[in-house]
């Protein structure tokens, strides 16, 4: 049955209003290159600028290191 699996696609509606479905390794670079207005996750849609998206921060973590090595 894997090999008639569709591949993981994210909806995206880019700042131009249209909508797609790209692959979720395009994602990141869209959003950091501002063409993406909204994208929808299993919780529902994010607004790009509005609600919190991964890596969108400029800071890093600066808490306590807690991995293990």
Not at 33 to 41: A, C, G, T
Request: aromatic fraction near 8%; glycine fraction near 10%; proline fraction near 4%.
């Amino acid at each position: 049955m894997g090999y008639f699996r569709q591949k993981t696609q994210v909806n995206v509606i880019y700042r131009n209003g249209v909508k797609d479905h790209i692959s979720p390794a395009l994602l990141t670079t869209l959003i950091n290159s501002k063409q993406i207005d909204k994208f929808e996750r299993s919780s529902g849609w994010v607004k790009v600028g509005v609600d919190p998206v991964r890596g969108s921060t400029a800071e890093g973590y600066s808490g306590p290191e807690r991995r293990i090595c």
